[in-house]
């Protein structure tokens, strides 16, 4: 199961980076950066 969420969180992160196109926030930036760490440790690990 931690290898589905984590898989799910790594491309809501990549999602979001794709949305960077629009303008940027900062908190936008930070969840992105977020994801991608959790969902790569819940895939990996």
């Given at each position: 199961m931690?290898?589905?969420?984590g ?8 999602g979001?980076?794709f949305?960077?196109?629009?303008p ?18 819940l895939?990996?690990?």
């Open positions: 931690k290898r589905v969420c898989f799910a969180l790594f491309f809501l992160a990549l979001i980076i949305s960077m196109i629009l940027k926030t900062f908190i936008e930036v930070l969840i992105a950066i977020i994801c991608l760490i959790l969902g790569y440790n895939f990996c690990c």
